[in-house]
């Protein structure tokens, strides 16, 4: 069975811009998770979802949004991009929600905000 | 509220040699606790994990951690390095949060094995 998937693998934006990270889960996940991981430091929590409703949130600026669509795969949004944008966003799904649940992740997509 | 602290930044052991990563988490919950390992440019990858079950967790490669709720701790450990093994690992958290649940990873130990 294939993994998480991530698109894209790698994209250099502009200040200002707006981006979209996309993800399918593990078929039959039905929740899935955002983390930035900036260079050197542990992943950091974005959002999670569970059958498309958002159910957690991490201290992260309202430029950063998300949903998940019907098919249980995913979107991250970024508007108005920083410098300090620039990251590995990792995405992960889990079978369920609940917090015993391993949490697989994908590649993740390079972004670089020049 | 959880938080996971990872002790050292940095732990260089010799290949053959026993290997300690060690993680403190505080959390209002009973807790589930992850280690996960990244190598260069790859993903994360889960290296055992704990859910209210046994204390002493064996993972892959040859990994284990033990829970110790006295402690607040959940150490990773190895009696015999590998070269392979040299990676960053991240000792995660996981748990009910306002509503929904939230994933904390810790700040990440690196690990290097020399030869």
């Known amino acids: 069975d294939a993994g998480v998937t991530q698109s894209p693998t790698h994209l250099i934006k502009t200040r200002g811009q707006h981006v979209t990270l996309r993800c399918s889960p593990i078929s039959g996940h039905k929740s899935v998770s955002w983390y930035q991981q900036v260079l050197g430091q542990g992943p950091q929590f974005i959002f999670q979802?569970?059958?498309?409703?958002?159910?957690g949130r991490g201290n992260f600026p309202d430029r950063f949004s998300a949903r998940q669509f019907p098919n249980y795969s995913s979107e991250l949004n970024v508007n108005a991009l920083l410098l300090g944008d620039s990251a590995l966003y990792l995405c992960a799904s889990s079978l369920v929600e609940f917090s015993g649940n391993t949490i697989y992740f994908g590649e993740g997509s390079w972004l670089t905000v020049v | 509220a959880q938080s996971v602290t990872q002790l050292d930044s940095h732990v260089s052991v010799s290949e053959g040699t026993p290997v300690l990563l060690r993680c403190n988490y505080s959390?209002?919950?009973?807790?589930?606790l992850f280690w996960y390992v990244q190598h260069p440019n790859k993903g994360l990858q889960l290296l055992l994990k704990?859910?209210?079950?046994?204390?002493l967790v064996k993972g892959i490669n040859g990994f284990e951690a033990e829970f110790k709720k006295s402690e607040t701790s959940f150490h990773l450990t190895k009696p015999s390095a590998h070269m392979s093994d040299a990676a960053e690992y991240f000792c995660?958290?996981?748990?009910?949060?306002?509503?929904?649940?939230?994933?904390?990873f810790g700040a990440g130990t690196r690990l290097f094995v020399k030869a």
């Open positions: 995660v958290v996981t748990g009910p949060h306002t509503g929904g649940f939230k994933t904390i």
């Open positions: 979802y569970y059958e498309k409703e958002e159910r």
């Open positions: 959390s209002s919950y009973s807790p589930s």
């Open positions: 704990y859910t209210s079950a046994a204390t």
